[in-house]
């Protein structure tokens, strides 16, 4: 099998390398995270309840993913800082 490189983990007007979530959790898949230098993250990813203000001014449940070295990412994938907005009761679901 040919490795191929992943360039959409790229950001930015220079094309900086991001580390980034890919996959279909949403519908039973797997994930994987891609680091910025392109190698394939072999920890563990969670999956944390976060609660966002919506449009109409409600609150709403949302999620995020979290590695076991503390990066955050939203459910784009794309890296985030840790949301102050999580729930705290929140069970870990998490995939390896």
Known sequence: MVETAIISNMMGPEGEAIDRIY???A??????????D?????????KKSITIKGLDGNNFRSY????????WFNRSGM????????????????TD
Not at 27 to 36: D, E, F, H, Q, V
Not at 64 to 71: G, H, L, M, Q
């Open 79 to 94: 890296p985030i800082e840790k949301p102050k907005n999580l729930i705290s009761n929140d069970e870990d679901r998490s």
């Open 64 to 71: 995020c993913y979290v590695t076991d070295d503390n990066r």
């Open 38 to 46: 392109f190698t394939t993250y072999k920890g563990k990813i969670s």
């Open 23 to 25: 996959g279909s959790p």
């Open 27 to 36: 519908s039973g898949g797997s994930m994987r995270l891609i680091n910025k």
